[in-house]
C-alpha cells in the first residue's frame, strides 16, 4: 500500500510537543546554569576583590589548636590535614558507635511496643512519643548537665577499680597495643579468621542442602573464627615474647587524680553518646513496629499452620519479610544520627562541624567549607550507597 | 449423629474470666507466664521510677529559674532597652497573638465546633489563665495582663466575624492566616516613622516567638518548593531531573548546622558589600531549603505510590498534563503521605532550635545563655531543659495530634 | 492489507496506515492497516501481549506511535499538542481496572473534565452528569466516593465519566476483564445501549457472547499483527486464519 507523506509536515514549531520539551529543558538548564555561575562568580569576586584568603596551602601548616576529645593521637604541632582527619575520625566513631547502639535499644522498644503486655506497650509508647517530639539539642543539654553533675574526678564513683565515672568522663579498661608489629600481623589474622569462618558456614550450608544434615553451620563457623584467633595469638604471643595487645587499666595519677590509661570518653562525648542514642532509638523502635505490623496475619497463620514454632516463625517468615520494610528508613535514620552529631559543638565535642568551625578562625573559611561539605557528602552517599544495593538485592525476588 | 438443635441455640454471655476488668487484666497483664512476670517487674521498676519523679518534681526541684527567665523565654531580648529604646514593645507580640486566637476563632466558627472548637477556647483560656496567676501579678504590669486576658474576646470575635460575614470560608480563612503571619513579621519589625512602631533589630527577635515564626514561614514555604523539586525529580525532562536530584542530595546530605554556619560566611559574599541582609533572613532561607529537600522525598514517595492509571484515564480525559498534575495526581499523594509531611513539619520546628548557631537567642540558646551567665543556677539546668523539652512537646505532640485527626476525618473516600 | 468496507457506506472515522511502535527493542505494533467507520463496533481480540490494548491507546496518544499515520476524525496524531488536546476532548477511554478519582465524588469524577477542559458552566455540567449517571443506571450514588462503590457500579461511572465529554469515539481497553461474573453483565448492558445509540466503538474484549451480539466486525491481534479481521458470523463460523482457529477454540 503506498502511503502519502504526511507525517510531521507542517506542525509549527510552537505547538510541537518535542520541541516544546526541549525548550523547556534548555530554558531550564541555562536559567539555573546563569544563577550558579552567578553565585559562584560572585563569590570568586569577593575573593579576588576584598581580599578573602583561598587555597589549600594551609593544609600542611601547623593548626596549633588543642582538639578537645581524639580518637587518634593528636599534638598541637600537627597538621591541619591530619587535625582535619582526627575530626572525621570523631565524629565516624560517634556515628558508628551511636548507630549500633541506637539499633539495639530501638528494636527492643519497638519489640516492646508491640508486646501483649499492657504495661510494657504503654511504657514503650511514652518513651517514644516524649524522645522524638523533643529537639535533640535540649535534650542533649539535658544529660551534659547530668554529666556535669557527676562529682569531681577525686570524688567520682569507681567500680571495682576498674571503672572511673567522674564529671571528667567515664574510663573504662581498653586493650593497648605493646608491640605494633605483632599487633598487626595478629589483626591481619583475625581478618583471616572471619574470612575462614564464612566460608567454613557457607560450606557447611552448602553441604546440608546437599546431604540434609551437618555440624550446625553457625556454630562451626563462629569456632573456626575463635580458633584461629586464639591460636594466632598464643603464638604470637610466645615467637616474640609479648601479646599483641595488653590490656590497659584506667587508674588515677598525680596530685590532682587525673585518670590515665584505659579509654576515656569526655564528658562532651557521653552526653552527646546518650542524647543521640536515646533520640534515634524512638525513630528506630517506630520503624521496628511498622516493619513487624507489616507482615500480614496471613503469613503468620501459614507458617503455624505448617507446624513451625513461633521462634521459627519469627526467624524464618516474620524478620526476613520484616527486614525489607525496615532497612531503607533505618538507614536513612544512621544517616540522620551521623548528621545530627553536628550538634556536639554545644556541648563542647570535638566533632567534625565544631573543629572546621574553630579552623576558620585561622584559615581560609571557603576552603574549610568545600573540605566539610565533601567530608559529609562522603558520609551520606556510604551509607545511601548500603542502602541502594541492599534494595536492589532483596528486590529481585519481586514481581 | 449430631446432636441437632431445629429452633438454634440462644446466644450466652462470654465466661466470667474473659469479661470485664478482671477479662481485660488476665488477657493484657497475665496472658502468660511470661507476661505475667513481666507485669511484676515493670510495674516494680516504673513505679519507683514514677514515684522518685514525682517526688523530685514536687519537693526537690527547684523550679524558680522558669519564673526567673519568665517572659525571655517568650520573646527573648524584643523588649529590653537595647533593642526598643525608650518605648515599650511588649504589645507588638501581644497583638500578633491576638489575632492568630481571633484566626483560631474564625476555624471553630466555620468547622461549628470539633476539633477547631476545642483548640481555639483551649488556647485561649491557657492564655489569658496566666493573667491570673499568682506569679503574673509580681511580675507583669495590669496593660500585660489585660492583653492576655483579651485572648477570649479575640477567639469570640473571629468566631463572629467568621459567622456572620463573609470570611467564614476555608479558603478565606487561610488567606487571612497569611495575612495575619506578614501583619506579624511588619508589627514586630516596626516601621520608621510611625510613633509606637519603632523598628527593632530582627537581630534581637527572640524566644519562642522566633522558632514559631521560623517554623510558620519554613513550614509555609517549604511545603510548595517541596512540591516543585518533587515534581521536577519526576519528570522526563533530563535537565530538570538531574538540578533536582543534585539539589535534594545536597541538601540532605549534609547536616542543617554546618549549612546554617556556612551560609553566614559564603551567602554574604555572593551579594555585594553594601546590599541589605541580615542572619536571621539568611538562616530563614536555608532553613526553608534545607526542609524542602526533605519535603520533596516524601511527596515524591507518595507520587510513586500512585497507580499509573490515574493520570492516564486524567489524559485521556483530555485535561494537559498541568491540570492532571495539580489536580488528580497531586492531592492524591499528599493525602497518602500525610504523617510524613507532618513529620517534617516537627522536624522543621525542633531545628529552629539550631539557629544558636548565627547567635540568635532562640528559647533554648536564650536558656542556655542565662545558665551561662548567672552560674548560680546552674544547679538548676535540667529543671530548666526538662521545662524546655515540655515546651517543645506540647506543640510537636500537637501537631502530630491534630495531623491524625485530619487523617481520621479524610478517611472517606479513601481506597 | 485492505481497508474495510464501512458500515452504511459512511465516512472513514479512524483511519490508520502502517502504526509501528517499539517498547525498546521490542516490536508491539508491526504495521497496521485499518480503518473504522463511524458508527462502527469493533471488538478487537486476541492472545496477551499480541498488541491489541497497545493498539487502542496509540488512537487517543496515550501510547505515541513511532512511524506510520493515525488520523482521528479528521486529526492527525503528529507532535501538534493542540491536535493531540482536541484528540483526546473526542475520544472517550474506559479502562480495565476503572481508574475513577478515589479523592474526588462520583459527581466530581464525571464533571471534572467537562468544566475544566470544555469549560461549562458547573450547573451545566452537573445535569449533564445526572442524565448519564440516569442512563448507566445508578442514580443514587452520585455522592458517594468511588471505593464505595461495587466493581460493577464504578466500571458504569467510568463509562458516564467518558461520555460526559461528548465524545465521538468510545475505546473500551478490557471493560470486564477485573469484574465478578454478575456485574460483567451489567456493564455490557450499558455498553450495548450506547452501540445501538450509534456511538463508534472500539472494545478490546474476550466476551464473544457480546461481540456476536453487538459487533459490526472483529479484528484478531497476535504479535503486533492484525491476522484475522471479519464480521462476527465469519470469525465465528469460518474462521480463515489457523491462529484464529487455535486461539477461539481455547477460549470458547
Not at chain 1, 213 to 219: E, G, I, T, V, Y
Not at chain 1, 335 to 347: E, F, M, R, V, Y
Not at chain 2, 258 to 285: C, G, W, Y
Request: net charge positive; with cysteine.
Amino acid at each position: 500500500m503506498k502511503l502519502p507523506n504526511l507525517t510531521y509536515k507542517g506542525v509549527p514549531v510552537w505547538r510541537h510537543a518535542q520541541v516544546l520539551q526541549w525548550t523547556a529543558q534548555i530554558v531550564s538548564g541555562i536559567l539555573v546554569v546563569v544563577l550558579v555561575t552567578w553565585f559562584f562568580a560572585n563569590i570568586a569576586n569577593a575573593i579576588h576583590d576584598r581580599n578573602i584568603p583561598f587555597g589549600f596551602g594551609f593544609l600542611s601548616r601547623e593548626y596549633q589548636t588543642p582538639i578537645g576529645w581524639h580518637l587518634l593521637p593528636y599534638e598541637s604541632s600537627d597538621t591541619f590535614l591530619y587535625a582535619f582527619l582526627v575530626a572525621v575520625t570523631n565524629t565516624l566513631f560517634v556515628s558508628l558507635v551511636g548507630v549500633v547502639l541506637a539499633t539495639l535499644l530501638g528494636t527492643f522498644i519497638g519489640v516492646a511496643r508491640l508486646s501483649g503486655n499492657w504495661i510494657v506497650s504503654k511504657v514503650a509508647l511514652v518513651y517514644i512519643e516524649f524522645f522524638r517530639n523533643v529537639p535533640l539539642l535540649v535534650q542533649l543539654f539535658f544529660w551534659f548537665y547530668i554529666v556535669l553533675a557527676l562529682p569531681p574526678v577525686r570524688e567520682g564513683y569507681v567500680l571495682v577499680d576498674r571503672l572511673y565515672l567522674n564529671n571528667a568522663g567515664l574510663s573504662i579498661p581498653w586493650l593497648a597495643v605493646s608491640s605494633a608489629g605483632s599487633a598487626l600481623v595478629w589483626i591481619g589474622l583475625v581478618i583471616a579468621a572471619i574470612v575462614a569462618g564464612l566460608l567454613v558456614h557457607r560450606w557447611l550450608v552448602l553441604r546440608e542442602i546437599r546431604i540434609g544434615s551437618a555440624p550446625d553451620p553457625l556454630l562451626v563457623g563462629a569456632a573456626t573464627f575463635f580458633v584461629i584467633g586464639a591460636v594466632g595469638w598464643i603464638v604470637i604471643a610466645f615467637s616474640s615474647g609479648t601479646a599483641p595487645f595488653t590490656i590497659s587499666i584506667p587508674s588515677p595519677q598525680g596530685a590532682f587524680g587525673r585518670i590515665s590509661d584505659g579509654f576515656t570518653m569526655s564528658g562532651g562525648l557521653m552526653a552527646l553518646m546518650i542524647g543521640l542514642v536515646m533520640y534515634t532509638a524512638s525513630f528506630i523502635a517506630e520503624i521496628v513496629r511498622a516493619g513487624i505490623q507489616s507482615v500480614s496475619r496471613g503469613q503468620i497463620e501459614a507458617a503455624r499452620a505448617l507446624g513451625l514454632s513461633n521462634a521459627r516463625t519469627l526467624r524464618q517468615v516474620t524478620l526476613p519479610q520484616a527486614m525489607k520494610v525496615i532497612i531503607p528508613p533505618l538507614i536513612s535514620q544512621f544517616l540522620n544520627l551521623t548528621k545530627n552529631s553536628s550538634l556536639a559543638g554545644a556541648i563542647g565535642f570535638s566533632d567534625l562541624t565544631n573543629v572546621a568551625k574553630t579552623m576558620t578562625q585561622t584559615a581560609p573559611a571557603v576552603s574549610i567549607f568545600l573540605l566539610i561539605m565533601a567530608a559529609y557528602l562522603a558520609m551520606s552517599l556510604t551509607y545511601s550507597l548500603i542502602g541502594n544495593l541492599y534494595n536492589r538485592r532483596i528486590n529481585v525476588g519481586r514481581r | 449423629m449430631a446432636e441437632v438443635s431445629p429452633l438454634g441455640n440462644p446466644p450466652l454471655p462470654p465466661p466470667r474470666l474473659e469479661r470485664g476488668i478482671v477479662g481485660w487484666v488476665r488477657a493484657n497483664l497475665f496472658a502468660t507466664r511470661f507476661s505475667g512476670a513481666l507485669t511484676v517487674a515493670s510495674t516494680l521498676v516504673f513505679g519507683a521510677a514514677a514515684i522518685f519523679g514525682i517526688n523530685w518534681m514536687l519537693f526537690n526541684a527547684d523550679w524558680s529559674v522558669i519564673a526567673t527567665l519568665g517572659g525571655q523565654m517568650v520573646i527573648g531580648q524584643y523588649n529590653t532597652e537595647a533593642a526598643c529604646p525608650g518605648q515599650n514593645c511588649f504589645w507588638r507580640p501581644q497583638a500578633s497573638l491576638l489575632m492568630v486566637t481571633g484566626i483560631l476563632g474564625m476555624a471553630w466558627g466555620v468547622a461549628g465546633g470539633g476539633l477547631p472548637k476545642r483548640i481555639g477556647i483551649g488556647v485561649a483560656v491557657v492564655l489569658a489563665a496566666f493573667a491570673l496567676l499568682p506569679y503574673s501579678f509580681e511580675r507583669m504590669g495590669m496593660d500585660v495582663r489585660l492583653l492576655l486576658a483579651a485572648n477570649i474576646p479575640a477567639l469570640g470575635i473571629g468566631w463572629a466575624v467568621a459567622r456572620y460575614t463573609p470570611l467564614g470560608t476555608s479558603p478565606r480563612i487561610a488567606l487571612s492566616a497569611v495575612v495575619v503571619f506578614a501583619v506579624t513579621l511588619l508589627l514586630l519589625r516596626g516601621i520608621p516613622g510611625i510613633p509606637g512602631l519603632q523598628p527593632v533589630s530582627v537581630l534581637n527577635w527572640g524566644g519562642l516567638t522566633l522558632n514559631l515564626l521560623l517554623a510558620v514561614g519554613g513550614i509555609a514555604f517549604s511545603f510548595p518548593i517541596g512540591i516543585a523539586l518533587a515534581l521536577g525529580r519526576r519528570s522526563h525532562l533530563p535537565v530538570v531531573k538531574l538540578l533536582c536530584v543534585v539539589f535534594i542530595e545536597v541538601f540532605r546530605g549534609v547536616p542543617l548546622i554546618t549549612l546554617l554556619f556556612m551560609s553566614q560566611v559564603l551567602v554574604p559574599l555572593a551579594f555585594p558589600e553594601n546590599f541589605p541582609q541580615n542572619s536571621l533572613f539568611r538562616a530563614a532561607i536555608i532553613i526553608t531549603l534545607f526542609s524542602s529537600a526533605y519535603m520533596a522525598e516524601n511527596i515524591r514517595g507518595g507520587l510513586q505510590a500512585l497507580h499509573p492509571g490515574q493520570a492516564e484515564a486524567a489524559r485521556a480525559l483530555g485535561l494537559p498534563s498541568w491540570q492532571t498534575t495539580l489536580l488528580i495526581s497531586l492531592p492524591q499523594a499528599i493525602r497518602n503521605v500525610i504523617p510524613a509531611i507532618v513529620g517534617q513539619f516537627i522536624a522543621l520546628f525542633k531545628d529552629t532550635s539550631l539557629v544558636y548557631i548565627i547567635g540568635m537567642l532562640d528559647v533554648v540558646e536564650i536558656s542556655r545563655a542565662f545558665i551561662q551567665g548567672n552560674p548560680e543556677y546552674l544547679v538548676s539546668t535540667k529543671e530548666l531543659f526538662l521545662f524546655l523539652g515540655l515546651v517543645f512537646w506540647v506543640f510537636t505532640y500537637g501537631m502530630s495530634y491534630v495531623s491524625r485527626r485530619v487523617e481520621e476525618n479524610m478517611g472517606v473516600g479513601r481506597r | 492489507m485492505e481497508a474495510q468496507e464501512t458500515k452504511n457506506g459512511a465516512e472513514d472515522i479512524i483511519i490508520c496506515r502502517d502504526v509501528h511502535k517499539w517498547y525498546g527493542s521490542f516490536h508491539a505494533l508491526r504495521g497496521i492497516t485499518t480503518t473504522i467507520g463511524r458508527a462502527q463496533v469493533v471488538v478487537v481480540f486476541g492472545p496477551s501481549g499480541s498488541g491489541k490494548s497497545t493498539f487502542i491507546r496509540t488512537i487517543n496518544r496515550l501510547e505515541e506511535h513511532q512511524r506510520g499515520q493515525i488520523i482521528v476524525d479528521g486529526i492527525e496524531l503528529t507532535n501538534d499538542v493542540r491536535n493531540i488536546d482536541a484528540i483526546r476532548r473526542d475520544v472517550g477511554m474506559v479502562f480495565q481496572s476503572f481508574n475513577l478519582f478515589p479523592h474526588l465524588t462520583v459527581m466530581d469524577n464525571i464533571t471534572l473534565a467537562p468544566m475544566k477542559v470544555r469549560k461549562m458552566p458547573r450547573d451545566e455540567a452537573r445535569q449533564i452528569a445526572l442524565d448519564l449517571l440516569e442512563r448507566v443506571g445508578i442514580t443514587e450514588q452520585s455522592d458517594k466516593y468511588p471505593p464505595q462503590l461495587s466493581g460493577g457500579q464504578q466500571q458504569r461511572v467510568a463509562i458516564a465519566r467518558a461520555l460526559a465529554m461528548q465524545p465521538n469515539i468510545m475505546l473500551f481497553d478490557e471493560p470486564t476483564s477485573a469484574l465478578d461474573p454478575e456485574m460483567i453483565k451489567e456493564v455490557l448492558e450499558v455498553m450495548k445501549e450506547l452501540a445501538s445509540s450509534g456511538m463508534t466503538m472500539v472494545v478490546v474484549s474476550h466476551e464473544m457472547g457480546f461481540a456476536r451480539e453487538v459487533a459490526d466486525r472483529m479484528m484478531m491481534f497476535d504479535q503486533g499483527s492484525i491476522v484475522e479481521d471479519g464480521s462476527p458470523e465469519q470469525i465465528f463460523e469460518d474462521p480463515q486464519n489457523d491462529r484464529t482457529k487455535l486461539f477461539l477454540s481455547q477460549i470458547l
